[in-house]
């Protein structure tokens, strides 16, 4: 179905108060978060790739992704204020990035703006339903959702919603039901056939992984910035990459919280009366 017009005045009322929260909440974090880091440099540090690795066994292996997959269902909604980069993508410059998401119903909702505050692309996965807003191009595009759909718009990325879930969250993705093994200082992943799904990169300290990698898919994600909220442990930065990837996409998240309330007006998209309706359904083969 295709984006619901909305009255902007309308929308802008009932959305208030949900972002002044998401201000707040930001404003008080940063005032905490910035002398916190000056005092404590060397816990705020990256984490780099390089550097020796430990070794694990395969009880460490399975534990360490029984953590991964118990923390990643201990939120069933999130929000994210952050920058968002993608070099050669629109205006090759860094953007502002919201992000709202419910699981059940799987529902989440993706805006980027310029960082003067010019609305660029808004994103919505509903119900199974795509809909996107580009503002550029004055097209408002339908169609369901899949990975392949999705990756028109985010620069070559196919990402399924275990992926869009726990990657937009700053979590690792776990491949469901996937039997454990141990390679080397990481863990890897396989089906029932012995195929490698996943692989998770480990630190030299610490089982929060570094990188992620799927080879199917010849995409990784990288994780760096660890922080904590709400007892959930996430990375402020995330980088996916990849040689199917037109383009990198790098995410620094400012300020994230797990299992909001979120007003239900957030999942609408506000279609602007000149843009015209695109359905994708129509014009590619299934």
């Not at 295709?2 to 009932?14: E, G, M, W």
């Not at 998401?22 to 005032?31: D, G, Q, T």
């Not at 996937?178 to 030299?204: F, M, Q, R, W």
Request: charged fraction near 20%; charge should be negative.
């Amino acid at each position: 179905m295709p984006p619901r017009q909305v009255d902007p005045s309308y929308q802008s009322i009932r959305l208030f108060s949900f972002y002044l929260q998401v201000y707040k909440v930001w404003i008080s974090r940063a005032l905490i978060f910035i002398p916190l880091c000056l005092i404590l440099s060397a816990g705020c540090a990256t984490i780099h790739p390089s550097g020796p690795q430990k070794q694990i066994g395969i009880h460490d292996a399975e534990k360490i992704v029984s953590d991964l997959k118990e923390k990643n269902g201990a939120y069933s909604s999130f929000y994210t204020l952050g920058v968002v980069s993608i070099k050669g993508w629109v205006l090759d410059a860094d953007a502002d990035i919201l992000i709202a998401g419910n699981k059940e119903p799987f529902t989440v909702k993706i805006e980027i703006t310029h960082r003067m505050g010019t609305p660029i692309l808004h994103i919505l996965i509903r119900e199974g339903i795509l809909n996107v807003l580009s503002f550029q191009e004055k097209l408002a595009y339908t169609c369901r959702f899949t990975p392949e759909a999705l990756s028109l718009f985010l620069s070559g990325l196919k990402l399924d919603q275990d992926m869009i879930w726990s990657s937009l969250s700053g979590r690792p993705p776990v491949t469901a039901d996937a039997l454990v093994n141990v390679s080397g200082s990481g863990i890897s992943l396989t089906d029932d056939k012995g195929i490698e799904t996943e692989a998770i990169y480990l630190p030299p300290e610490g089982s929060f992984p570094k990188k992620i990698a799927f080879p199917g898919e010849s995409l990784e994600i990288a994780y760096s910035e660890l922080n904590e909220e709400s007892g959930i442990p996430y990375a402020g930065r995330i980088n996916i990459s990849g040689k199917k990837i037109e383009r990198n996409l790098t995410m620094d998240i400012k300020t994230i919280s797990f299992n909001p309330s979120i007003p239900e007006e957030i999942f609408e998209l506000e279609k602007p009366s000149s843009f015209k309706t695109v359905n994708l359904d129509e014009t590619r083969p299934d």
